[in-house]
Structure formats: C-alpha cells, structure tokens
C-alpha cells in the first residue's frame, strides 16, 4: 500500500516570535528572560562598560563599596564590579560553548542510536547510561584530574559531562517518531533517511532540546562555578565567579563584599536559566509541566 | 517480586564494569603519561624512568596493564597511594565514614525540610505558603550550594560565633556541632530538588479516586492526606532520593573543601592537586561505585514499596 506521506505533526513546529510572546506573558518567564538579557548584555560589553581592568591592583584592598569602586575591592583592591562582569563572560562564554557542543554530539548521537538503532545503538546506548551513572560533579572532577586544571580542560569535562542527558532525549523521539505512520510511509514513498530526519524527527526534538538546553545552561554555569571554587577552573587572573568565591572567603573576616558579589551573580544568572527553561518546558510541553529540570 | 529485583541486581554488572573501564582510561588521558607528569622535565633521568614505569607496570602493552589494574580491582586493591605510600583503600577506609556521616545528615536535613514543605504545598495548593515555598526552592535550585556554605559559616561561626567553621573535632559527642554547618549546608540544596518533587506527585496522588474515596467516606483532612496520599506520594520521592545520592557525593566535594571536613572530597581535591592518580582514581571510582550500588538499593526499596511491582507485574 503506498500512500503519501501525510504532513507532519504541527505540534514541534512553531513560530519564535509566539514563543517569545507566550514566555513574556508568564511573569516568570518574563523575569528570566530579562535576567538572561542583562547577564547576557554584562558578559558581551564588559570591555566596553566595566569601569577598571579586571585585573589591575591597587592600595585599596577590601575597600567596602560606595567609593572609588562601586561594588567594593577584593583582597588584591581589584574593582569586585569589574571583575563580576568579567566574570559572567567566563561563565557565559565556557557554559554556551559546553552545552551548544554537547547538544550538537548529542543530538548526532542520539539520532544515530534511535533512528538507525542495531549496532550504533548498541554502542552508543550502554556508553551513554555508564556516563550517565556517573555523579556529573565526579565525572568533571575525573577529567579535569586527569588533564589539569584549565580553560579547555574545564570545557572537555563539561561537554562530556552534558553530551548524555542530548543523547537520551533525541534518541527517545527518534525512536518513538520513527515508529509513527506517517514515518513509516515516508520510508515507503522511498524518502532518503537525511530527509525523514530534518522533516519529521529533528522537529519532534525541539521542543525537549529547547528544553534541556536552558536548563544545562543553568546547570553548566553551577558547575563551572564549583570547579572555579575549587581551584580547576579557569585560572587566574581571568576572573571567574567560582574562583572569587574561594578567595573571597579567605577573607571573609574581613570584609563579605568579596564572597557576596559573585555569589549573587551566580544565583541570579542560574536563576534566570531556570525560570526561562520551568516556563519553556510548561509552553512547549505541557506533558512535562512541573517535573525538575535535573 | 524477586525477578524483578535479581534482573536489576545483574543489570548493575556491565554499569560497574563500564565504570571500571571509563576510570581505567580517565588516567590514560593525562597528556604524556603518569611519570613524566609526576617527574616533570627536569627530572628526567632516563634509568629512574624506566624503573618507575616497570613499577607501576606501564612497560607492558595496553590491554595487559588493564587485566593487570582489573585483576587486582576484584581483590578490592585499588593501588598505593604515590604521596603516602598506603594503599589507596586504606586511605578511603579511614575516610569514608566522614563522608558518609555528612552525606546521611545532609539526606536526614533534605528530608525535614522537603516533605512537610512539598506537603503543604501541594494540599494548599496556590496559596500564598505554595507560592512561598516554590520560590524558596527555585532560589535553593540556583544556589551554589558551596557559596550557602560561605554565608552560613559568616552568619554561625565569623558573626555570632555559635559553631565551627572547619574540620570536625577530635570524634567526641559535643564535636557533633562541626556537622550541623556542613550537613545543612549540603541538605538545604537537596531540599530544593526534593520538595519539587514531593509537591508535584503530591499533587498528581491528590487527584486520584482512592483519595477521592477516603474523602468520601467521611475521614478527616489530615487522616486522608498523611495515610492515603502522603504515603502513597513518598514512592516517587524515594526514587528522588537515588537520584539525590548523586548529587549528595559530588555536594560533598565541594562542600567537604568549604569545611575543611576530613571526607573523601577533600581527599580527592588533595589528590589532584598533588597528582597523585591513584588516590583520585580509586577515589572517584570508590564514589561512583557507592552510587550505583546506593541506586540499586532504591530500586529494590521502589520495588517493596510498591504493590503493583510486588506482585510482580
């Protein structure tokens, strides 16, 4: 029976300007989106709008805000202002590096093991679950013991850290969607495999995809700033949230401004991410609504 | 029942062999090798160096060095620690019980703080303590939990001065205080997880018709939530708990570095600065084996809680 391919669901396919619109109508998802643009505008002109250099020392050490420096000094008398912004570049930059190149591998790897499964399954899958059953904090930590702290390492571990959680949402879809009719039938009309996947299987993964990005953002810039606290991040003098943690902390006695300021970025950034990906994963799939993002 | 539980013991085997193998080679992607990392370059005596990597057997060919390190793995001989000379189980045995007291304080925090909370949340649904407690814990979720640590340690020990800030005392009774900052610490951010998950199979437990039933029969609010939907509602929360048990070992690296608390954490950052590979491998593979088997048994725990797979279907 040959019949024509019928056309694929509408539910994936779906405007970005709607979108836009029903995330800036939930107060949540308004809150987060205006959190993601500031940081994200923080981290893109810190050149242009942070008042000192980063990394340019004075007298002032442990200067308490209000003065020459907005936010207060650090240890060293670095501007604590100029060194968050700064800061949420590193943590910007690292986190959409890592999760845009775990999507990318995952969603390759993923569609490989669901939609052609056999043996690319049966390699992909069990490698993917044994990553998986990994604490992810232990995995980063094992990479990065092993080839030394650093900016590229941090990143390696990272992109190995996300790649499974890719994997499993796209090879989920693709196997369930490769079983629908309407693929089926796409095979028969003798459709190429390219072709059944950037028309029906890849749209049915968007929405998930979406998803998961936010959220591994959010969770990325947590991470990143974990290792940073613990010395394996990216080094000094590059400011980074974690690492102006633990030096903050040694000083804590005192002076709090230092441990205060990053902090404060982290958890507003990852805050913004979560609220962004909890009103995302309620407008695009309202089977998901109120499950965790972890 | 007991299918259901004996498939899931054997399917742990290939996820504990595939961790095996994943930290056999972790080591192996050091750039160079183990000795030139350790010995550096201006240590570089040729003889010495031949010597060292006979000794820890990286003269013999790849598949060989692994059955060698796999062998001696099923004896429970994770090495010897490059610093200390001990083993690296020895080493684990003396500090795991830290960990593991932190870890099960921090569960025992995470559990008071998220079930009544969840609870609540979930019966008074949109309410004002609802929307309260959502907030707390998207807050808790964005939080990292070693920068709580910091403000916890500048509230309690810099500023009031009630509790320690560092290590964990000398094991006596009154040195249960050097826990309460590190375990509420690392509890507070579980909580976060935990009490979205109570509230959402609260929610999804006080729509089903047995509660429905249990109302109608006339039974007081309180009797219809803790017997019917609470208990009922706890079995997706166990499962949480598994998931947790990930989270709570790499919560306790950080937060162990935080305190100073003598635990496996500060071994393992220890180890790495100090490059000694055998102790972060045996380390991180000693964690990751604790997970899957801690993982296992929520399973199996899942299983008895549940009728429906008691019965075995």
Not at chain 1, 243 to 265: N, R, Y
């Amino acid at each position: 029976m040959v019949t024509e391919p019928a056309p694929a669901p509408p539910a994936a396919r779906r405007d970005g300007l709607r979108l836009l619109r029903v995330i800036l109508k939930d107060r949540i998802g308004a809150v987060g989106m205006v959190i993601v643009v500031v940081m994200t505008l923080a981290a893109v002109l810190a050149p242009l709008i942070a008042p000192y250099d980063p990394t340019a020392m004075s007298s002032r050490r442990l200067e308490t805000p209000g003065g020459v420096f907005p936010l207060g000094a650090d240890e060293a008398g670095r501007d604590l202002l100029s060194r968050a912004l700064y800061g949420a570049r590193t943590s910007l930059t690292v986190s959409l590096i890592v999760v845009t190149c775990a999507g990318v591998i995952g969603v390759v790897l993923g569609l490989l093991a669901g939609f052609y499964r056999g043996v690319l399954d049966g390699v992909i899958t069990p490698v993917m679950d044994v990553l998986f059953s990994f604490p992810t904090l232990l995995l980063a930590l094992a990479v990065v013991a092993a080839r030394g702290p650093g900016t590229e390492n941090l990143i390696l571990a990272l992109v190995i850290v996300f790649i499974p959680s890719f994997a499993r949402i796209v090879r989920g879809t693709a196997l369930s969607v490769s079983k629908e009719p309407y693929v089926e039938s796409a095979h028969a009309v003798g459709l190429s495999s390219a072709r059944i996947i950037f028309k029906y299987v890849l749209p049915n993964s968007v929405a998930p995809i979406a998803v998961q990005f936010t959220t591994s953002l959010a969770y990325a810039i947590l991470i990143e700033a974990s290792l940073g606290y613990l010395g394996l991040g990216v080094q000094p003098p590059q400011p980074s949230w974690g690492s102006m943690l633990s030096s903050g902390k040694a000083f804590m006695e005192l002076s709090l401004w230092p441990s205060l300021v990053p902090g404060i970025c982290i958890m507003i950034t990852v805050l913004g991410f979560n609220l962004l990906g909890d009103t995302l994963r309620d407008a695009l799939d309202p089977r998901l609504r109120g499950r965790s993002g972890r | 029942m007991l299918r259901i539980m004996l498939i899931r013991l054997v399917s742990v085997v290939p996820v504990l062999l595939g961790i095996s193998v994943i930290s056999f080679f972790v080591i192996r992607m050091i750039p160079g090798d183990v000795i030139s990392s350790i010995m550096g370059e201006d240590f570089a005596d040729p003889q010495v160096e031949a010597e060292m990597r006979r000794y820890f057997g990286l003269d013999m060919p790849i598949h060989e060095q692994f059955l060698h390190w796999f062998g001696g793995l099923l004896q429970g001989d994770l090495g010897t620690s490059m610093r200390s000379g001990q083993p690296v189980l020895s080493e684990i045995a003396d500090r795991f019980p830290a960990t593991l007291l932190l870890a099960v304080s921090a569960l025992v925090v995470s559990i008071l703080i998220s079930i009544p909370f969840g609870v609540v949340s979930a019966t008074k649904r949109n309410g004002v303590l609802d929307a309260a407690s959502r907030l707390i814990s998207l807050v808790g979720l964005s939080l990292p939990n070693f920068w709580l640590g910091i403000l916890l340690v500048y509230v309690f020990s810099v500023t009031l001065g009630w509790l320690p800030s560092q290590g964990s005392g000398d094991g006596g009774l009154a040195d249960l205080r050097y826990l309460i900052l590190p375990a509420v610490t690392l509890g507070a951010s579980l909580a976060a997880i935990s009490m979205r998950m109570t509230r959402s199979s609260m929610l999804e437990v006080l729509n089903q018709d047995y509660v429905r039933t249990a109302r109608a029969k006339g039974l007081g609010e309180h009797v219809v939530v803790v017997r019917h939907a609470l208990r009922n509602s706890l079995i997706p929360v166990v499962t949480v708990l598994g998931i947790q048990a990930g989270a709570l070992l790499g919560g306790t690296v950080v937060v162990e570095q935080v305190f100073s608390w003598p635990g496996l954490g500060t071994m393992v950052i220890r180890g790495i600065s100090q490059r000694d590979y055998p102790v972060v491998q045996g380390t991180l593979l000693f964690l990751a084996f604790f997970y899957v088997v801690v993982n296992l048994l929520v399973d199996l725990i899942y299983v008895y809680l549940d009728p429906r797979l008691r019965s075995g279907h």
